[in-house]
């Protein structure tokens, strides 16, 4: 009989620390849709990554604030993990840079090979997306492999309806199809690693010691 493979967790939390945060609204909703297609939820607060400045005198003697802590924790403990985030300035708010730095200085390193999905939420026509651009480039700069397709909502104080879904339809659908996507590659890069061995052989070259870059 075939194995069946285990349920995928992910790791989801809205980077705001406001009471009523549309992005904390966004990170429920992938919640739900997650557990809905069959995927576990470990649902986190921006105050349990919440760090001091970065200040490598504080470095001395193996020191990482509790925060940077809790979020390598959850990072290693879950498959994938999905970030919510405000737009402060056409960039990423400075506390999730912040935390980011701290996490970074852990070793082994632990974005490094991390699946990730990038959302924002802004009451702007351009849903806080140049925040996402910014948060890319830290994530990719750390090895995560940061999902193509990020999904910005616009408007976002007038988007929910009252049971928490994106009013509008259309737009509703086209979130469930990204995130649904971002999990199946997110599973199929916890259980499928033979697929590299096909890239190479797609692209016609023989696996030798000169070509094999993908071992
Ligand atoms: C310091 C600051 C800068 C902001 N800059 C932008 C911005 O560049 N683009 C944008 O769309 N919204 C900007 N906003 C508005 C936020 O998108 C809005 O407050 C949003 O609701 C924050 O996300 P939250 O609801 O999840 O806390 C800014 C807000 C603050 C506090």
């Not at 760090?51 to 809790?70: I, R, T, V």
């Not at 402060?88 to 970074?104: A, E, F, Q």
């Not at 940061?146 to 616009?154: I, K, Q, R, T």
């Not at 408007?155 to 509703?172: E, R, S, V, Y």
């Given at each position: 009989?075939?194995?069946?493979?285990?349920?995928?967790?992910?790791?989801v939390?809205?980077?705001?620390?406001?009471?009523?945060?549309?992005?904390?609204?966004?990170?429920?909703?992938?919640?739900?849709?997650?557990?809905?297609?069959?995927?576990?939820?470990?649902?986190?607060?921006?105050?349990?990554?919440?760090c001091?400045?970065?200040?490598?005198?504080?470095?001395?003697?193996?020191?990482?604030?509790?925060?940077?802590?809790?979020?390598?924790?959850?990072?290693?403990?879950?498959?994938?993990?999905?970030?919510?985030?405000?737009?402060?300035?056409?960039?990423?708010?400075?506390?999730?840079?912040?935390?980011?730095?701290?996490?970074?200085?852990?070793?082994?390193?632990?974005?490094?090979?991390?699946?990730?999905?990038?959302?924002?939420?802004?009451?702007?026509?351009?849903?806080?997306?140049?925040?996402?651009w910014?948060?890319?480039?830290?994530?990719?700069?750390?090895?995560?492999?940061?999902?193509?397709?990020?999904?910005?909502?616009?408007?976002?104080?007038?988007?929910?309806?009252?049971?928490?879904?994106?009013?509008?339809?259309?737009?509703?659908?086209r979130?469930?199809?990204?995130?649904?996507?971002?999990?199946?590659?997110?599973?199929?890069?916890?259980?499928?690693?033979?697929?590299?061995?096909?890239?190479?052989?797609?692209?016609?070259?023989?696996?030798?010691?000169?070509?094999?870059?993908?071992?």
């Amino acid at each position: 009989m075939q194995k069946q493979n285990e349920p995928l967790r992910f790791l989801v939390f809205s980077a705001s620390l406001r009471k009523d945060s549309l992005n904390e609204q966004l990170a429920k909703l992938t919640r739900d849709v997650i557990v809905k297609n069959g995927g576990i939820v470990d649902y986190a607060q921006m105050s349990e990554f919440d760090c001091p400045s970065m200040n490598q005198d504080l470095e001395a003697n193996d020191f990482h604030p509790d925060g940077a802590k809790e979020f390598r924790k959850r990072i290693l403990a879950n498959d994938a993990f999905i970030i919510s985030s405000p737009e402060y300035n056409g960039s990423m708010p400075g506390l999730l840079k912040n935390t980011i730095d701290w996490v970074s200085r852990f070793r082994p390193q632990p974005f490094n090979e991390r699946h990730a999905l990038l959302m924002s939420a802004s009451p702007s026509m351009a849903g806080g997306n140049r925040a996402l651009w910014s948060l890319r480039m830290p994530l990719e700069h750390l090895g995560t492999r940061v999902y193509p397709n990020m999904f910005s909502l616009a408007m976002a104080h007038k988007a929910f309806d009252p049971k928490g879904n994106i009013a509008d339809q259309t737009l509703q659908e086209r979130f469930e199809t990204n995130l649904v996507a971002f999990m199946n590659l997110a599973e199929a890069a916890k259980n499928y690693p033979c697929i590299k061995k096909a890239w190479v052989e797609f692209l016609g070259e023989k696996t030798d010691d000169v070509t094999e870059r993908v071992e």
